[in-house]
């Protein structure tokens, strides 16, 4: 192992490092990992990153698992930081730029933190590894610990598609379906994992969020080694959230950055427990239906195991949080699409959309640079399709000269 220890970010109780830890035992909030970041401040310079390779194992120093050990990797990228002139241009600002996360083995962002957490279930002799998930965490660990030769458990809602249960099942992992609300199955599979050691990475696990933080140190070092102004992103348990803020405290803790960029969340009117609860400056998640309908199914989490601690950041470090319509996310997709060639799952174009909500509310200025999550491909979750596909023209050989000369 590579770090001190666990720490609970509500009461400040410290773990030690030597086994597996989820949450709090007092509090019940989701734990992070620490590190002597005074001795790392020599380690972990900006010459030093710049000259290796790319990609997330780069940031070795600041990942919890030892040198020696080799990373569970499948060829996750530093994804591209695709700087959006078209876009930025359309809705009136001069600094956007999208993380396209979708250019991950699997699609999704979901690649950072299994990696990183399969590479621990390695380095700890784990046999078996799980996940809680119906769609990118599912897939991205059922194909991880295939690449690791571990046994997977998936756990998935009895009311899943055919569709995505055949990413979930074709790497051989064992996916059950099971017929309660997440938050009940969330807290179950912890205490099965304890006693059967299973190692459950699930959305908010520790090891999870260190490989969700490496996006940060991406950001920052594809700016120029400098922070952007905002970072608009999904959220559905709060991981990736809580990993972002993660990744640039750190950077700021060992001097490489001076400021924290504001973040804000963005979720679906039809499912938005944070953003209820922030707004509401209400310390408690507010409980909503878990029959919701959208077509951002990735985040339709009623019950955000990070929440409080998502909340808590927001609140510290001036974030925000959005909730956003169906239509205005499919709107999006078309857009970023269209005018970046970039095909977002309604998850990643849902940030578009809140961007210009707070375009609306003059909280962002003309000139910030604005950094766009774009969590994963719309390839195995295009959300409404008949909203983003043009009718097409049929034609008889005769006539496709014409119709193309018209232009």
């Known amino acids: ?29 989701p734990l992070s990992v620490v590190y002597e970041y005074s001795s790392l401040e020599k380690k972990t310079t900006v010459e030093r990153f710049s000259a290796r390779h790319s990609g997330l194992w780069k940031y070795r120093e600041l990942l919890p698992v030892v040198p020696s050990i080799q990373p569970v990797s499948l060829g996750e990228l530093a994804t591209p930081l695709h700087e959006a002139k078209t876009l930025a241009g359309s809705i009136g600002l001069s600094n956007v730029f999208l993380k396209n996360e979708g250019r991950h083995p699997t699609g999704s962002f979901k690649d950072r933190g299994t990696s990183v957490g399969m590479t621990v279930a390695v380095e700890r002799g784990v046999k078996a590894v ?17 690449k690791a030769g571990l046994t997977c458990y998936i756990l998935a809602p009895a009311n899943i598609s055919s569709t995505r249960l055949l990413y979930l099942s074709v790497y051989g992992a064992r996916v059950i379906l099971v017929e309660d ?11 099965i994992g304890m006693k059967y050691d299973v190692f459950f990475i699930n959305s908010d696990n520790p090891f999870r969020t260190e490989g969700s933080k490496t996006m940060a ?6 700016l120029g080694w400098e922070a952007p102004d905002w970072v608009v992103a999904p959220a559905s348990s709060g991981g990736m959230v809580s990993g972002l803020y993660k990744g640039f405290l750190e950077f700021k803790e060992i001097g490489i950055i001076s400021d924290i960029p504001k973040i804000a969340v963005i979720q679906p009117v039809n499912s938005k427990p944070i953003v209820t609860a922030f707004k509401k400056e209400a310390e408690a998640i507010e409980r909503v239906s878990h029959d919701f ?8 989490n009623p019950y955000p195991p990070s929440g ?17 319509s169906d239509e205005e996310t499919s709107a999006a997709q078309r857009e970023m699409a269209r005018m970046e060639g970039v095909f977002a799952e309604p998850a990643g174009a849902i940030a578009l959309a809140g961007l210009k909500h707070l375009i609306k509310l003059h909280r962002i200025e003309k000139d910030e640079k604005v950094v766009l999550i774009v969590s994963g491909f719309g390839f195995r979750d295009p959300g409404d399709a008949d909203s983003l596909v043009d009718k097409p023209l049929t034609v008889g050989i005769n006539n496709l000269e014409s119709e193309i000369a018209r232009k």
Do not use: W
């Not at 030690?16 to 007092?26: H, K, N, S, T, V």
């Not at 609300?181 to 205490?191: C, I």
């Not at 140190?217 to 594809?222: G, K, Q, S």
């Not at 309908?293 to 339709?300: A, D, E, K």
């Open 308 to 324: 409080n601690r998502v909340l808590k950041l927001l609140r510290e470090l001036k974030g925000t949080a959005i909730a956003v």
């Open 293 to 300: 309908i959208s077509i951002v199914r990735s985040l339709g």
């Open 181 to 191: 609300e997440y938050d009940a199955v969330y807290n179950e599979s912890l205490k």
């Open 130 to 146: 799980g996940t809680l998930s119906h769609g990118n965490m599912g897939t991205s660990t059922a194909a991880y610990a295939a």
């Open 1 to 29: 192992m590579n770090f001190e220890g666990y720490k609970c970010g509500f009461c400040g109780r410290e773990f030690f490092p030597d086994e597996i830890q989820y949450r709090c035992d007092l509090c019940d909030e």
């Open 217 to 222: 140190f991406e950001i920052v070092e594809d």
